[in-house]
């Protein structure tokens, strides 16, 4: 028993004691920590890549803001927590699929605008200048900010700290971002857009990965649709 305790990492409670780097490890986006594990032999995998990735020598990666587990030996053995350095931007709430009562309900009655297509807020300070929650038969197709175009590095890397990059388009100055590492995985669309000089917009909007590949262009018609709507909805 002694002898199989000191091995280190192996397959019992005892042995992933003898890691000796922290056992809950907090990050921010692109940033590392080494594991310390006395079994020079010892596999690594992450629960979920999107957050952080793990390399056969125990080197975690922080990608994503979130939260994971790193696994040793196929142990669930360190939480890794990457936190973001951009926090000036509050994103709108997912509501997809609620109705126009149930968004005042949650995000609040001092809405600044009401209509058949979308209900908007004005906040009365921070770098946002507007949240739009876009209507579709009623119900939310979309929701999205707007946002100077004065923020348009910081916001940008805003968006890459929690999402994954997937397409540019130069015509419609747009970046899409997903929020998977696979479109398999993917249940939202990101999409930042620059609208005119002085302002740009972001929009999110539900992803359904069970779709063809003509729905998923016409999901991308969508949104180029939706961000024109939620500038409309929030500027006019």
């Not at 010892?42 to 125990?58: H, R």
């Not at 929690?162 to 388009?169: G, I, K, L, N, Q």
């Not at 003509?214 to 991308?220: A, G, N, P, V």
Request: proline share 2%.
């Amino acid at each position: 028993m002694l002898f199989i305790t000191l091995v280190g990492c192996s397959k019992d409670e005892e042995d992933v004691m003898s890691i000796t780097s922290s056992k809950n490890v907090e990050l921010t986006s692109k940033g590392t920590s080494q594991i310390n594990c006395s079994d020079s032999k010892a596999t690594y995998s992450s629960e979920d890549e999107y957050v952080a990735t793990v390399s056969d020598k125990g080197l975690i990666t922080a990608k994503r803001v979130g939260e994971t587990y790193i696994e040793v030996n196929g142990q669930k053995s360190i939480k890794v927590t990457v936190n973001p350095l951009i926090t000036s931007f509050t994103e709108p709430q997912f509501l997809f699929g609620a109705t126009k009562d149930e968004v005042i309900s949650k995000v609040g009655s001092n809405y600044s605008k009401s209509t058949s297509t979308g209900i908007a807020y004005t906040p009365s300070s921070g770098k946002v200048k507007g949240y739009a929650y876009l209507l579709k038969d009623g119900k939310v197709s979309a929701v999205g900010m707007v946002i100077s175009t004065l923020y348009m590095e910081s916001l940008t890397d805003f968006l890459l700290e929690r999402y994954m990059p997937a397409t540019f388009s130069e015509e419609s100055y747009t970046a899409l971002f997903v929020n998977a590492i696979s479109l398999e995985k993917t249940t939202m669309l990101i999409g930042e857009q620059l609208y005119s000089v002085s302002l740009m917009n972001v929009v999110y909007m539900p992803y359904d990965n069970n779709t063809s590949k003509s729905r998923t262009i016409e999901q991308k018609k969508d949104y180029i649709n939706q961000t024109n709507e939620l500038l409309e909805t929030v500027l006019k």
